[in-house]
C-alpha cells in the first residue's frame, strides 16, 4: 500500500467560499451638521469683515485729504479804522469859557466790530470828553459820528499854536486792543489853534 502526502483535495460539498468583496471606503463629503453650520457664519463673518476694511479704507481716505488753507486772523483795529475830521460844533449854551467842540466820523472798513474804549489827546492843560460816551463799539463796513468836546483847564500848559494835533483812540476787536493816534489834518489844525487862542486869550486860566 503505497501512501503519501498531498494537497488535500476538498471533498463533496466543501469547497472554498470564494472570497466576499470588501467594501470600498469612499472619503466623506462634505456636508452633514457641522459643515451646514460653518457655511451659516462664514458669510456674515466675511461680510463683516470687508465691510471694516471698506470702513478702513474711507477713513485713510478722509484723514489724508487736502486741508483747507486756514482763514486769515482778522485785522488789526488800527488797520482796519479810519478817523476823518467832520469840522466843528455849536457847544451848548450856558457851556464854560473854554470849550470848544468837534466832530469826527470813525469808520471801520474791515474785520470784527470795532470798540472805542477811550479817547484822548497830548495837552495837559485839555480835557477830552465824546458823544457817544466810550466804550462804544462801531460794526465792519459801517461809520459812526462822534462829538469831541475839549476844554482848556490850564492855559499855560496848553499850546498857543498846535503843530500836528492828534487824537489818541484806543481801539479794541477781535484780535487786539490797540492805542492809535489819529491826525485829523490841517482843518483840525488851524481851528483848534483858533480855539485854544479865543480860550486863552485873557490868560484867565
Not at 488789526?76 to 470848544?100: D, H, M, T, W
Not at 492855559?155 to 483812540?169: H, S
Request: overall charge positive; charged content about 15%; proline content about 15%.
Amino acid at each position: 500500500m503505497t501512501g503519501g502526502i498531498g494537497p488535500v483535495e476538498p471533498g463533496d460539498g466543501t469547497a472554498p467560499a470564494p472570497d466576499s468583496p470588501r467594501p470600498r471606503l469612499h472619503p466623506r463629503r462634505p456636508g452633514g451638521r457641522p459643515a451646514r453650520r460653518h457655511e451659516r457664519y462664514r458669510r456674515p463673518v466675511l461680510a463683516a469683515a470687508l465691510a471694516l476694511v471698506t470702513l478702513a479704507g474711507a477713513a485713510h481716505l478722509y484723514a489724508s485729504r487736502p486741508q483747507p488753507p486756514p482763514a486769515p486772523p482778522p485785522p488789526y483795529p488800527s488797520q482796519a479804522v479810519g478817523l476823518a475830521y467832520a469840522g466843528p460844533v455849536a457847544v451848548p449854551s450856558g457851556a464854560p469859557v473854554g470849550v470848544f467842540g468837534f466832530a469826527v466820523l470813525l469808520s471801520v472798513r474791515s474785520g470784527p466790530p470795532v470798540t472805542v474804549t477811550r479817547l484822548a489827546q497830548p495837552y495837559d492843560g485839555v480835557t477830552v470828553t465824546s458823544s457817544p460816551t466810550a466804550p462804544f463799539q462801531t460794526k465792519s463796513h459801517s461809520a459812526r459820528k462822534i462829538i469831541v468836546t475839549l476844554r482848556v483847564t490850564q492855559c499855560e500848559k496848553a499850546p498857543r499854536n498846535a503843530g500836528l494835533p492828534f487824537l489818541d483812540v484806543t481801539l479794541r476787536n477781535a484780535r487786539a486792543m490797540q492805542t492809535h493816534s489819529f491826525i485829523l489834518g490841517p482843518r483840525y489844525t488851524e481851528d483848534l489853534t483858533q480855539a485854544l487862542e479865543i480860550a486863552c486869550s485873557d490868560d484867565s486860566r
